[in-house]
């Protein structure tokens, strides 16, 4: 016998509303991936440069008509395109089917 669901198509965890899906949770975080230090004779530090500054995002989400994309691809966040690293399922015997997805965006990278 199928389950009925009702309302799950309503809920929206705040921003993002990611279609196909009921977003339960959201992390964004910076980091630089080159970080030059310059020292003087005495090894004080006296000059640093960063670079490449890299986004990662991650979700996790309920199912809601969405099909899981594959690493390599991109994925569209707050009109932020990603390149998605990771997928997990998470099953559950008394619970839904959910999954978390992360992707990276890099500065010097231009997705189209």
Not at 9 to 21: E, H, K, Q, R
Not at 52 to 58: C, H, L, N, P, V
């Amino acid at each position: 016998m199928a389950a009925n669901v009702y309302g799950l198509s309503s809920l929206v965890f705040g921003t993002p509303a990611i279609t196909g899906y009921v977003v339960q949770s959201h992390n964004l975080g910076n980091k630089c991936g080159v970080v030059i230090a310059v020292q003087d004779e005495n090894g004080i530090v006296v000059h640093r440069r960063y670079d490449d500054i890299t986004t990662e995002m991650e979700f996790e989400a309920l199912f809601d008509g969405a099909t899981v994309p594959t690493p390599g691809v991109t994925i569209t966040v707050n009109s932020i395109e990603y390149i998605v690293e990771t997928t997990d399922f998470k099953r559950t015997n008394k619970g839904h089917e959910t999954v978390s997805i992360k992707g990276i965006t890099s500065q010097g990278i231009t997705l189209s």
